[in-house]
T-cell receptor
Framework: AQSVTQLDSHVSVSEGTPVLLRCNYSSSYSPSLFWYVQHPNKGLQLLLKYTSAATLVKGINGFEAEFKKSETSFHLTKPSAHMSDAAEYFCVVSDSRTGGFKTIFGAGTRLFVKA | DAGVIQSPRHEVTEMGQEVTLRCKPISGHNSLFWYRQTMMRGLELLIYFNNNVPIDDSGMPEDRFSAKMPNASFSTLKIQPSEPRDSAVYFC??????????????FGPGTRLTVT
């Protein structure tokens, strides 16, 4: 069975400081993992994806995530937050065995960026 | 590519009326998903299709909801009759699908439905 847990419902950082959004997953098979971002009143946009290649994945807008199998984690980071990063972020796991149909979304982490 | 297209972007209707939401997936994508998003329940998967065939509709809340995908480029989500608790943002998403190893989903802008 698959599951995904986003450990923080809200994260607040100051502009220019690092961002860390935490995600733990559970999957019986080789998972595909994703991070999506949703700005207010917008659809979800793919930030980055892990599909069993390099464990450090770089995405758009300076975000990256590291797949750590031993810790079953896929945390999202960015060295320096920008005001435009304020949004909701979703960690997602897909079960590759079922062709990606079993897709589980985390509850989301809302990122606040203070000036 | 234009991305996933949804229409209408906003719909306001009265309780009891029929509502039809439309989605055009990205050309070449074989999987299509319908989601509902509310503040209370977050993002919920309603149904997904692969090669135009419904694979899992266990997320459809009740018989008032139905979804069809008559061809690879069009899908509808219908609510009949609508109720105020159906008010939400409905998203359509598509992906390349099974056999490709590409499971990331691309989302449309959503339809904001308000039932009064």
């Amino acid at each position: 069975a698959q599951s995904v847990t986003q450990l923080d419902s809200h994260v607040s950082v100051s502009e220019g400081t690092p961002v860390l959004l935490r995600c733990n997953y559970s999957s019986s098979y080789s998972p595909s993992l994703f991070w999506y971002v949703q700005h207010p009143n917008k659809g979800l946009q793919l930030l980055l994806k892990y599909t069993s290649a390099a464990t450090l994945v770089k995405g758009i807008n300076g975000f990256e995530a590291e797949f750590k199998k031993s810790e079953t984690s896929f945390h999202l980071t960015k060295p320096s937050a920008h005001m435009s990063d304020a949004a909701e972020y979703f960690c997602v796991v897909s079960d590759s065995r079922t062709g990606g149909f079993k897709t589980i979304f985390g509850a989301g982490t809302r990122l606040f960026v203070k000036a | 590519d234009a991305g996933v297209i949804q229409s209408p972007r906003h719909e306001v209707t009265e309780m009891g009326q029929e509502v039809t939401l439309r989605c055009k997936p990205i050309s070449g994508h074989n999987s299509l998903f319908w989601y509902r998003q509310t503040m209370m329940r977050g993002l919920e998967l309603l149904i997904y299709f692969n090669n135009n065939v419904p694979i899992d509709d266990s997320g459809m809340p009740e018989d008032r909801f139905s979804a069809k995908m008559p061809n690879a480029s069009f899908s509808t989500l219908k609510i009949q009759p609508s109720e105020p608790r159906d008010s939400a943002v409905y998203f359509c998403a598509s992906s390349l699908g099974s056999g490709t190893g590409r499971y990331e989903q691309y989302f449309g802008p959503g339809t904001r439905l308000t039932v009064t």
